[in-house]
């Protein structure tokens, strides 16, 4: 019997990729370091990742660093296929989906703390529905949202400004022109 070694081709667009996700999944092992006053709350700090991606290589590389984090900080945590991995899944998926509408608002008066204010309240409100639809379907759960609400501002504002000043930053970063899919 002989082993045989399968080889992806890659490009340096993937490597970029992969090394995004890596800073923002050690942002979440950070993140996770950190005492939380309420369960749930968080400061979301891997997002300032993505929302640098977004701006700076678009929508599709923004998914595969958020999806790449969401599933190898799962996978880190032991927390894969776990309620809290559809949580922390849901959430990055609405936020996404936002993102993917905020990037086509007029740059004069949206960028960074904007989308990042929109993509907390989406990750907020994709993780109560989970929450509310799968966990603990209960009306209760209401009282819970203006709590989760005003950290999604503040996170959302801190996080943004961050990102902001990062992109102020002219580094020269590579371009990634093109995702490879296959």
């Keep these: 019997m002989t082993a045989s070694i399968i080889k992806l081709d890659t490009t340096a667009a993937d490597h970029h990729i992969a090394r995004m996700a890596a800073v923002a999944l050690g942002l979440t092992i950070l993140e996770n370091a950190i005492p939380s006053p309420l369960p ?10 993505t929302l640098i991606v977004l701006a700076r290589y678009g929508w599709r590389a923004a998914a595969w660093v958020s999806l790449l984090r969401v599933v190898a900080g799962s996978l880190l945590f032991g927390s894969f296929l776990a309620p809290g991995f559809f949580l922390s899944l849901s959430g990055a998926l609405c936020s996404l989906l936002v993102l993917a509408c905020a ?14 204010i929109y993509a907390a ?21 209401a009282y819970l949202i203006p709590i989760f609400a005003i950290a999604a501002l503040v996170f959302g504002t801190v996080n943004g400004l961050i990102a ?19």
Excluded: E
């Design 164 to 182: 902001a000043r990062f992109m102020d930053n002219k580094t020269d970063c590579p371009q990634i022109t093109q995702i490879h899919t296959d």
């Design 121 to 141: 309240f989406a990750h907020i409100a994709g993780q109560m529905a989970v929450v509310y639809l799968w966990l603990i379907p209960h009306s209760g759960i």
């Design 103 to 116: 990037q086509h608002l007029p740059p004069r008066w949206f960028g960074p703390v904007s989308h990042s």
């Design 40 to 49: 749930g709350v968080k400061p979301g700090l891997a997002n300032i990742v």
